[in-house]
Every structure is written in C-alpha cells, then in structure tokens.
C-alpha cells in the first residue's frame, strides 16, 4: 500500500480509556484496584461534559422522597422507552454513589443551614432530589475525582491525546473482539498503538453536530463513531435534548441557563412579559424538557421573536447571586442583570439520549470493549432523559463496568499493523475541514431540529452523504489531524441521528415529526443500528 507510516510507538496496558468525565474517571478509580489503567483525554482533562454541567446530580437523598417515586419519574419522562430493569438497578445505586462522593472523593455538595443535603428541583421531577454544589456542580465533581485520579499510581492521564480507531480481531480475520486502539498524540502528529485487556470509551455526547449546543467544543461524538465502525450496535440517536434556555446573546457561546432556575421558580415569559407554558403542560416552566423545548420553538416561530426570557425578578435578589453565582456572572458579563431584567434565553443542543447500545454494565457487542457515560445508550433515558440523570449513569457505569472488567482477557494478534495514512501529506486544504464543519452542524440545526419532517430528514440524508464523500475522499489523502478525526466523527454521528429519525415514523419523547405527530405502538422500541465490521470496514 501507499503512504506513510504515520505510526508512533506501541504499547500495551489493562485498561485503556478514553474520556476523562465523571464516567471515565470512576471507572478509571474502582479499576485501579485491579488493574493499570491509562487515560487518554483530548485536551486538558477537565474539558469534558461533566465539567460544564451546572444543576446537578439526581439521587434520593431525603428520607420524605424514594427510589419508587425516582423511578417513577424516569419511565414518565421516557415516553415508553426506558428499560426498566436498568432505571431500577441505577437510581437504587444512586444514592450511596453520590455519598461516595462527598465521604470518599472531597467533593462540596451544598448543605442546609442543620448540615443536610440542600436539594434541587428540576424538570419533570416530582420532589426536591438534584444535590448540587451552587451551579457549577460538573466542575466541583470533576474536581473531587479528577484529584484522586492524578494522585493514584496505577492511574496514567495523558492530555492532548484522542481515539483514532479501535483495534479488533475482525480487522485480521477474527471475531468481533477489541484489543485497544489507535490513538492520535496531538502534539506530535504521530498516531500509536495502545494494546488493552479492556477498552472503555467515556468519550460524551456530540452537542457539536448541531450549530447551537451547550456543550463544550469536545463533544463531536468520537466514541459512537469508532464504536460503530467496529461493529457494535448504535441505537436512538433521534433522541438528540435540546435544553430549553441556554443564553441568547450575540457573544455568548454555548452558555447554559440551568433548569435549576425554573425549580427556584423561574418563569418562562414571551419577549412581550406574556407567560405562556400553561397552554402546553400542566407542570409550565417545569414541564419536561422535550416539552418546553418544543413550546418555546413553536412559540418563537409564531411570534418571529428571536428568544423568550426567564424571569427570576420576583425572587430575592441576594438569593439570585448567592445561589447561581456562576450564572449571575455570566449574565452580568453580558450586561443582563437578572435581579433586574428577564434573562434572553432560547434552545439548544444539549445530550444525546442515544448512543453506543451497551448493557447495564456497559458491555457492548463487541467483546473487551465498553461504552460508559453519555456515549452510551443503556435504557435509563429513553425516549427523552431526565433532569440531572445524567451525571448519576456515568458515575453508576463507571463503578459497574469497573467491575465487569476485572478478569478481562483478550488474545492480541502476533503482528499488529501500524497506522498509515493514505499518501500521508500535511494538510493544506484546511478549507476542507471548516467547510464541512459548518454545513454539517447547520444542516442538523435547519433539517433535523426540534421539530422535524419528512421532507426535511430526506434533505439531510441527501446532503450529509456527499460531505461524508468528501471527507472520506480528504481523510485518505491526508495525514490525520484531530480537526479532520473530529469532523470525520461529527459526519458520521449526524448521519447515525437521520439514519434513526428516519427509521422512526411517529413522535415519541425528544423526536418530533410534524408529518408523524402521534406515538404509534409500532415503534415502542429502541432503534438500532450497525454496520458491518470485517476486513474492510473503515
Ligand atoms: C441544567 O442544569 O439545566 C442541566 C442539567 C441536566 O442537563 O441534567
């Protein structure tokens, strides 16, 4: 073949793991008992998902609330979707997790006045059960555990280093069984082999595939993508969460307006100071988020207003400022005091329901390798996700999955072949790259939004392929960078996302088809998908 080697050294550990957000790093923590583990994190190791997350983590932690009535909440919000045995087995571990990380992990939870946990409410939640720590809740538990992480000595984090491809058998012949991957050192340009008994992705979500999302820039969908051009099974990426109110401001990139507002008795107001949720669900400003979402769309769009406003003025000022610090600085930055005017708010991307289909211990069909986190899809969100649910799977996953890796073995080939790039130049059609980053990410916003449609779904379908040519035209000519692995990756998510849309011919949870407005009993099911592994797949 031509090319270049673009190939760095080979090495071998137990645990390779890719991702340093709360799933990554508890699983990283309870492995080391067992093994060595070395995490791998694209830039610094604090940006992740986790660290953005501002409400918090949910878990029953007052004895007046309960696991039941936890659940309950859950399977109501999923629309029909959830598993119930893995709603069941997490929210039960929940609770002692989230302890864990207060005892174990240092990690400053807000307490009440009588030293007790100080309780959230959030969207579709029936009772108070969102521990936080003030609004930037993400960042103090990726704090407590990414500190025990660095002071551990079976632990090795490297930053600046992303997935390539998965290595398995397949590609020489074998079974579905992965042994590690091929990993991009950004500082060097050279991709290397890392050998693994256990690969674990907790790489997070894809918010990048859409022009608006409250995500951080890593969340391009690095692990569903490898995961599905290893052959293991993707499943309901239709259900893409749009948060209802991120902060509409010119300037303001990708900033969350907590949902932790509303449970203090934020209103959800039209530009005009007209409240409006009442004419859509019963629970108004706190109603689940797919229906807030989709009531602030529609209400945009028939009113031609750019954002609609969260009032918090009737609240007492000291309160704004003492318990949303992070916001309140924030929106003063941008001159929007919310002690005195309605902050602009409007929807965007937020977390995939969907992702690589693992069990409830984050196995995938691919044997030694597992999805943990967001990037998997395990049953607990449905059809759309809970509030602050999020946080509690990947801490719950890591620990589990940590478990079931413990005896893991796996038979390396004799040879393993290193990367080559195609003919392996420098990249100097750039241009490429930025390109199709925008037309990807604005094709999603405009066709495969909040409310989608046939038509719309088939438009995407039609476009994302011929840029997917494109760049698989330019990621053969060229040496791999992390832009174009990133690019190569947010193609393939939003073509997974159509691919599911289109296969679900109903509105059900976060996907709504204006030419399928019912649920039909057809598809009270997961849709999942897979590609072909073997020889040739890339
Ligand atoms: C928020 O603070 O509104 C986000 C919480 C979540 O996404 O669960």
Redesign the pocket.
């Known amino acids: 073949m031509d090319g270049l080697v673009q190939g760095g050294a080979s090495e071998q550990t137990d645990y390779l793991v890719l991702g340093s957000g709360i799933a990554g790093l508890s699983f990283a923590l309870r492995a080391a008992e067992h093994g060595r583990v070395l995490i791998l994190t694209k830039h610094r190791s604090a940006d992740s998902n986790t660290a953005w997350?501002?409400?918090g983590i949910a878990a029953v932690l007052d004895p007046t609330d309960s696991v039941e009535a936890h659940i309950a909440d859950t399977l109501t919000v999923g629309d029909g979707l959830c598993h119930a045995d893995v709603v069941s087995t997490y929210l039960s571990q929940a609770p002692a997790a989230v302890r864990e990380l207060r005892e174990r992990y240092g990690v400053r939870f807000d307490v009440t006045a009588d030293g007790e946990w100080a309780l959230a409410r959030?969207g579709g939640h029936s009772a108070r059960r969102v521990a936080h720590a003030k609004d930037t809740t993400g960042r103090e538990i990726e704090r407590g555990l990414l500190g025990a992480v660095l002071a551990h000595p079976q632990i090795t984090v490297r930053e600046g280093w992303m997935g390539v491809d998965l290595l398995t058998l397949a590609k020489y012949g074998g079974p579905d069984v992965c042994f590690g991957a091929y990993v991009l050192n950004g500082d060097t340009g050279q991709v290397h082999t890392i050998l693994a008994r256990a690969t674990i992705l907790a790489t997070g979500g894809a918010g990048k595939v859409y022009l608006y999302t409250s995500n951080p820039d890593v969340a391009t969908g690095d692990g569903v993508a490898m995961a599905y051009r290893a052959g293991a099974q993707v499943g309901n990426m239709e259900f893409f969460q749009f948060?209802p109110t991120c902060l509409y401001h010119p300037e303001a990139k990708s900033f969350?307006i907590?949902?932790?507002l509303r449970g203090e008795g934020g209103v959800l107001k039209l530009r005009s100071g007209e409240t409006f949720m009442e004419r859509y669900h019963p629970m108004k400003s706190l109603a689940p988020r797919d229906v807030v979402a989709r009531a602030i769309d529609f209400e945009l769009k028939r009113t031609g207003d750019e954002h609609v406003v969260l009032d918090m003025r009737h609240l007492p000022p000291e309160f704004l400022s003492e318990r949303f610090p992070a916001i309140f600085a924030r929106c003063l930055e941008f001159g929007i005091d919310m002690r005195k005017q309605a902050i602009p708010v409007v929807p965007a991307a937020?977390?995939s329901c969907g992702g690589v289909v693992t069990d409830v211990d984050g196995r995938t069909r691919v044997a030694g390798l597992l999805a943990i986190g967001e990037v998997a899809m395990t049953g607990l969100h449905g059809a759309c996700r809970l509030?602050?649910n999020?946080l509690l799977e990947g801490l719950v996953m890591g620990q589990r999955a940590a478990d079931v890796v413990r005896d893991a073995t796996v038979e390396f080939p004799p040879q393993v072949t290193p990367w080559i790039s195609g003919d392996a130049r420098d990249p100097n059609e750039a241009v490429v790259v930025t390109q199709n980053w925008d037309e990807v990410r604005r094709l999603m916003w405009n066709y495969v939004g909040i409310v989608r449609t046939d038509r719309r779904l088939e438009r995407a379908r039609r476009r994302i392929e011929l840029i997917r040519e494109e760049i698989r035209e330019y990621y053969w000519d060229f040496k791999v960078t992390a832009d174009l692995l990133e690019l190569r990756n947010l193609a393939l998510c939003a073509h997974l996302i159509i691919d599911c849309a289109q296969r679900r011919r109903e509105s059900r949870g976060l996907h709504y088809n204006a030419d399928h407005p019912e649920r039909s009993p057809e598809f009270l099911g997961d849709t999942v998908v897979q590609r072909d592994s073997g020889p040739n797949a890339r």
């Open positions: 997350a501002q409400g959030e948060h969350l907590s949902e932790a937020h977390y509030a602050s999020s």
